[in-house]
C-alpha cells in the first residue's frame, strides 16, 4: 500500500496519492486517522496540494485518448480481473474498513459485497454500450445514437461507506471510457487506496484511473479545473449543494448526492415483531451511519407508538455494542471525537426540545475500549416535527418515534421535510402500500423493507435535497451520467442519380 513511513519523526505511516499508475508520497499538509474504536491516531494522510490534484488531472487527461478507444470488450475485461482481486483481497479489505470506520466486520462485508456488485454490472459494459440504431429513416439514410465518453470525470466520497460508494462511481466511469480521479474521505482513506492499487493490478494503463487524498483544497481544484469533465459526489447536502453549484458554475455536468432523514411508516396491521426486528438494523447498523439508515419511525396511532416503542426499548436492552473486529456485535463506534461529541449533543438537545428519552445511549463504557467513540442506542418518543431532533440529520444511533393519527398524516410528514432520500412502510395491507409507494415524494421505498438499497442494475438517488443534479448514481443511469449521446445521420444515394436542393425542412416522406 502507498504508506511511507516518516524517517527522523516518530514512525507514523502517511496515506499518500496514486496517480499516473504510481504511489506518491506527498510531505505536506496532513492529518491524523483515527481507530475509532481506540480513539488512537493509527496513520496519517495526506492533504493534497493543487499542484498535487493538477499532477492527477494531468495524468487522466493524458491517458484518455487512448483509453477512450480501447475495444468496450478489452474495458470490461480489466474489471472482470479486478473483481477477481477484490474478491482474493476480501479479507484485507474488509479489515480496514473496520479499522477505520469502526463498522462491524459483518457489516464491512456487507458493504464490500454491495461494491462488488457494481463492478459485476460494469463487466456488461459491451451490452450496455450498445446504442441505437434506426435504418432508413428517410430515403437511404440510416441514423444511430452512440454513447461516447466525456473525459476525464473526478468523484468525491464521504466516508460512511469508503470502499462501496467509490465503487459507484469509477468502475462505471472507467468501463464507459472515462478517465477518472477519485477524492475519497480524508477520515478512512486506507481501503480505497488498496482497492486503487489493485484495479491497477487488473491491467488498467497508467493514468486512467488516480487517486489524491485531501480536503477542500483538492475538492475544489477539481470542481474548477476545465480539464474535468464530470463530477459525482456523495456526501452531506450542505456540501453536496455547494459541489453541485460550483462544479455547474464551471461548466460541467455534476450529480451530488446528499443528506437524508429517512422515515419508516408503521401502520397499526403491521407484523410488529418483524418490524421491530427490521428497525433495529436499520436504525442503529453502522451506528446510524448510513445515508439509507432509519432515524424516524412513523406510528400511526397510539396503540401502534405504545406497541412500537415498548419492544424498541426491550431490544435495545439487547443491543450488543463495541469494536467492530468482534463479530458478535451489533454497532460499532462513531467516526471521530468530533462527530461523537456532535451526535451526544443532539440527545442533549431532544431532552431540552421535550422529547421523551426512552432509552439514553450516552455515557456508555466499553470495557477495554474505554477511549473509544462509542455512543449507546438510544430512542426518543414523542418527538414533534419543529424539533431539531426531528429536522436535521443526526447520523448517530438516534431513533426519533413520531406519533400521528393517520397514513396520511404520515405521508405528509414525509413530503414535507427537507429529504427525500429513502422511506418504507410496514403493513399487511397491499393497498395501502401500493398508495405510500405510487405517492409518496421520495426517491427509494421500502415495503416490509427497512433499506431498500437499489442493486446494480437499478440505480440509487433520492429526491428533493438528497440528491442534486439529473441522474441517479450506478445502473443504467450511470451510464447516461458518464457518457454523451452523439447520433449520427448517414446518407448513401444511389449513384448516378441527381438531386436538386431541398428547401423545405427535411420529413421523412
Ligand atoms: P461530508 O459532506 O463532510 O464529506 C464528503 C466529501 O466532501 C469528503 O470527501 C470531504 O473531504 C469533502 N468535503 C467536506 N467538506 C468540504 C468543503 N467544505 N468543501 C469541499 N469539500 C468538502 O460528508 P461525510 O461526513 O463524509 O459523510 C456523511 C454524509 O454523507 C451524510 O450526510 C450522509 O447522509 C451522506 N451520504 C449520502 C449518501 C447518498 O447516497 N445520498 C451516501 C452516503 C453518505
New binding site residues.
Partial sequence: MNIEAIAGIEAMETVGHFINGANVADHGRRQDVFNPATGKAIRQVALASKEIVEEAIAAAAKAFPAWRNTPVAKRARVMFRFKQLLEQNADHIVALLTEEHGKVLHDAQGEFARGVEIVEYACGAPQFLKGEHSKNVGPAIDSWSEFQPLGVVAG??????PAM?PMWMYPMAIVCGNTFVL?????DPSAPMLVAELLHEAGLPEGVFNLVN???VA??TLLTDPRVQAVS????????E??YQTGSAHGKRVQA????KNHAIVMPDADMDNAVSALMGAAYGSCGE??MAISVVVAVGEETGDVLVGKLKAELKQLKVGPGTDNNNDMGPLITRQHFEKVQGYVDLGEREGAELVTDGRGLCVSGFEDGFFLGGTLFDRVTPEMKIYQD?I?GPVLCVVRVDTMREAMDLIDQHEYG?GTCIFTRDGEAARYFSDNIKVGMIGVNVPLPVPVAYHS?G?WKR??FGDLC?YGPDAVRFYTRRKTITQRWPSSGVREGAQFSFPASH
Avoid: H
Fill in positions: 468525491i466520497t464521504p466516508f460512511n461507506f460508494v477524492k475519497p474521505s480524508e477520515r485531501g480536503d477542500k475538492v475544489d459526489f456523495v456526501g452531506s447536502t450542505a456540501i453536496a455547494y459541489v448526492l446528499g443528506g437524508a448510513r445515508c440529520e447520523f432520500n440509487f433520492g438528497s440528491l448514481a
